[in-house]
Nanobody, 124 residues
Framework: QLQLVESGGGLVQPGGSLRLSCAASGFTLDYYAIGWFRQAPGKEREGVLCISRRGLSTNYADSVKGRFTISRDKAKNTVYLQMNSLKPEDTAIYYC?????????????????WGQGTQVTVSS
């Protein structure tokens, strides 16, 4: 069974950091572009960042530029979202998704597989 599992969420104070992980089971992430998305209460899901097969990142959200980065660890079959300088408006459920393609897709619906999400809450 092909599955993506996010972890690393939690409660953090404004200005703090978290690293989210997206681990795959049943398939290797090497052949996929991987994206991170988030959905805040009462809002639509939005793209955050994506990493291509070759490790090139695409930013979907201007609000995270300079604060969030995405990376791969092929040995661990895992993609990470490093989030620094967190703000209350970053509070959301964060999802990772995989698209069987070299490059990052332009549209959310193009992703093939989705994880269940991990909650990130930024609050003092």
């Amino acid at each position: 069974q092909l599955q993506l599992v996010e972890s690393g969420g939690g409660l953090v104070q404004p200005g703090g950091s978290l690293r989210l992980s997206c681990a795959a089971s049943g398939f290797t992430l090497d052949y996929y572009a991987i994206g991170w998305f988030r959905q805040a209460p009462g809002k639509e899901r939005e793209g955050v960042l994506c990493i291509s097969r070759r490790g090139l990142s695409t930013n979907y959200a201007d609000s995270v530029k300079g604060r969030f980065t995405i990376s791969r660890d092929k040995a661990k079959n895992t993609v990470y979202l490093q989030m620094n300088s967190l703000k209350p408006e970053d509070t959301a459920i964060y999802y990772c998704a995989a698209w069987y393609n070299s490059n990052c897709p332009g549209m959310e619906y193009e992703y093939d597989y989705w994880g269940q999400g991990t909650q990130v809450t930024v609050s003092s």
